[in-house]
T-cell receptor, first 110, second 112 residues
Framework: EAQVTQNPRYLITVTGKKLTVTCSQN?????MSWYRQDPGLGLRQIYY???????DKGDVPEGYKVSRKEKRNFPLILESPSPNQTSLYFC?????????FGPGTRLLVL | RKEVEQDPGPFNVPEGATVAFNCTYS??????FFWYRQDCRKEPKLLMS???SGNEDGRFTAQLNRASQYISLLIRDSKLSDSATYLC?????????????FGGGTRVLVKP
């Protein structure tokens, strides 16, 4: 089944404790991206990657890092999480302009 | 001003009725347009692309008005299962490739 998977789906952590949210797709898509969704602000792009080893900032990259060592994986790293990074996070891969989203990761930073 | 704006709703719709709502965009160079559907606490999924000539997919009709910079979505014969948030998405060409900008979503509640 073609899909995008994210782990963990839910995470509660404390300020400053590094965490990684994994994202994997099995559709051989070159383009992948990370979004956060907050009430009233819609989906905002954090980082995107056009191919292996090619990543770039989206609209809200501060406080986040990404890597793309393999085509299928695009992890999101929060080196020192802060409460303002509490949000719902979606990973997506795309072909042409159709985005396929993962199921989302709900993150609470205390 | 936001790049892509939507009325957040909710639009309360009797089952079987027709509902329509718009999305305005500010970048006149925008190239492509889409409607995504998002169920509560779930991931967005592509509902339909919006073509210049307008297009229909079953009970759903999408229109594009480039002169006034808005797109619309019309749902006929609303079903309870149409209750969701509808996200407008606009694609613009940037140096690094196409960039998708999402609206905040319009919530639709279909009631018996």
């Amino acid at each position: 089944e073609a899909q995008v998977t994210q782990n963990p789906r839910y995470l509660i952590t404390v300020t400053g404790k590094k965490l990684t949210v994994t994202c994997s797709q099995n559709m051989n898509h070159e383009y992948m991206s990370w979004y956060r969704q907050d009430p009233g602000l819609g989906l905002r792009q954090i980082y995107y990657s056009m191919n292996v080893e090619v990543t770039d900032k989206g609209d809200v990259p501060e406080g986040y890092k990404v890597s793309r060592k393999e085509k299928r994986n695009f992890p999101l790293i929060l080196e020192s999480p802060s409460p303002n990074q509490t949000s719902l996070y979606f990973c997506a891969s795309s072909v042409e302009e159709t985005q396929y989203f993962g199921p989302g990761t709900r993150l609470l930073v205390l | 001003r936001k790049e892509v704006e939507q009325d957040p709703g909710p639009f309360n719709v009797p089952e079987g009725a027709t509902v329509a709502f718009n999305c305005t965009y500010s970048n006149s160079a925008s190239q492509s347009f889409f409607w995504y559907r998002q169920d509560c606490r779930k991931e967005p999924k592509l509902l339909m692309s919006v073509y210049s000539s307008g297009n229909e997919d079953g009970r759903f009709t999408a229109q594009l008005n480039r002169a006034s910079q808005y797109i619309s979505l019309l749902i006929r014969d609303s079903k309870l299962s149409d209750s969701a948030t509808y996200l407008c998405v606009v694609s613009s060409i940037k140096a690094a490739g196409n960039k998708l900008t999402f609206g905040g979503g319009t919530r639709v509640l279909v009631k018996p």
